[in-house]
T-cell receptor
């Protein structure tokens, strides 16, 4: 079957760095997305990886290893507004999206 | 309007009643989607439409129907609501391209009693 594994919850300190890991199993692979979802709001797009390596976008970076079925989202210089759920999403060979349940990130001052 | 709108924002519904959730986008995206989000689970696709006039079933289509009469609108209908359909419903759209990123509406919180 197809599935996404990511931690349910993580806690980090304001100003610090946190890495949210994701492993995926899909029928073929056509890219990996990360979305941010604040409580009570809609998911919003953060990043997209289709090739191995690191994609950097400001304070956020996303890494992909296709051979390991692994990705991570790295958040630097954490701010209180980064408290949210982070959703790992893999796209299979049929361009169907497989959504992870999300990692709830709690930022403490 | 800009982006995707959904209505209503929230609704409490008696079991057995019929309900239509509305979704409208102004980005001229070809593809539209309906998801439900339940605590502890990833988003689950209910129905989708790749272009106006066509629809397809997602992972959890039973009890739901959709139509796509034009590019902008993609309503979701619960013919006879049941308590297990209590959820948050998100509509999304995508415009194609390499990433085909999906953009989401604000959601409808539905409670079926």
């Amino acid at each position: 079957g197809q599935n996404i594994d990511q931690p349910t919850e993580m806690t980090a300190t304001e100003g610090a760095i946190v890495q949210i890991n994701c492993t995926y199993q899909t029928s073929g692979f056509n890219g990996l997305f990360w979305y941010q979802q604040h409580a009570g709001e809609a998911p919003t797009f953060l990043s997209y990886n289709v090739l191995d390596g690191l994609e950097e976008k400001g304070r956020f970076s996303s890494f992909l290893s296709r051979s390991k079925g692994y990705s991570y989202l790295l958040l630097k210089e954490l701010q209180m507004k980064d408290s949210a759920s982070y959703l790992c999403v893999a796209r299979d060979s049929n361009y169907q999206l497989i959504w992870g349940a999300g990692t709830k990130l709690i930022i403490k001052p | 309007i800009a982006g995707i709108t959904q209505a209503p924002t929230s609704q409490i519904l008696a079991a057995g009643r019929r309900m239509t959730l509305r979704c409208t986008q102004d980005m001229r995206h070809n593809a539209m989607y309906w998801y439900r989000q339940d605590l502890g689970l990833g988003l689950r696709l209910i129905h989708y439409s790749n272009t106006a006039g066509t629809t397809g079933k997602g992972e959890v289509p039973d009890g739901y129907s959709v139509s796509r009469a034009n590019t902008d609108d993609f309503p979701l209908t619960l013919a006879s609501a049941v308590p297990s359909q209590t959820s948050v419903y998100f509509c999304a759209s995508s415009g194609g391209g390499d990433t085909d990123t999906q953009y989401f509406g604000p959601g409808t919180r539905l409670t079926v009693l």
